[in-house]
């Protein structure tokens, strides 16, 4: 078993409103000099087989058409203790 | 004429879809979990929230059993329709191209739309006049249509896009002023407003109609035709 999180964003380019909507709150709380704000999700899993990653964000965890993800893979699965991360990207 | 009006667990529009394939035809419900399509001539896809909506909208409904049968109904020319949540469903499952995103304005948006028809050469719009104008509800936050640049001016070359919301009427930000699109095939269409809430004089305009009566035309004018 693998420990991986699936960062998912949307695509560059295409507009965030959510995104924009934190980045206009940051400064009514101080936080100024925050630029470039996107909202995205977080999916955590534990798989046999981290080969079958890729497949499974194009068909079913995120809409390639829309989003950008990333595949973090962790160490150890849930429940254990560690988790250092490692990138692979996309 | 026998419509199919499928219901996942989530649906909230399958009954005023039913009553709206009545006022043309005969209606039945088709169970998500079913792979039995009742010898329907049309299937409607309806709006609502299917299974949740969970992780983005339509993308675990495209996978029920009955999506199976609708895509291999889809392939062999049927007509399919989807409404809101159904014309998400039926992007989640590649039968229409593009996608939708939430609303620029994040805000649930509930209220009557003016579309214009911009062509009236489908199954969907054929009993409509070119340009003319439809008032129909909207009700939806994920309702931004968004297709790439180089898929967009396919569509566009092609006809594809059947409904735009008429001149400032851009409700939430779609591309091109996008309200419904049809595949390259053109059997299968979808739009986020609400047709099947517009057929009653009762509650309101009527102006939905003009789609479920262009589907029946098509179909019991066709089989006359053979």
Redesign the interface.
Known sequence: MMRARVLVKPKAGILDPQGQAVERALPALGFTGVRNVHVGRLIELDVEDPARLPEMCQRLLTNPLIEDYEIVEADAPAGSNGGGAGATAR | MKFGVVRFPGSCDEVDALHACRRVGEAVLLWHGDRDLQGVDAVVVPGGFSYGDY??VG?IARFAPVMEEVAEFAAAGGLVLGICNGFQVLC?AGLLP??L??????RFIFRQVELEVVTTDSPFTGACALSQRLSIPIKHTTG?Y???DDQLSRMEGSGQVLLRYAPGENPN?SVNDIAGVCNEQRNVFGLMPHPEHAVDPLTGPTGGLAIFESMRAHVTDGAALV
Not at chain 2, 101 to 106: G, V
């Open positions: 992780l983005r993308a989640e593009g996608a995103l939430p609303n620029t304005s994040l931004r968004y297709a790439p930000g």
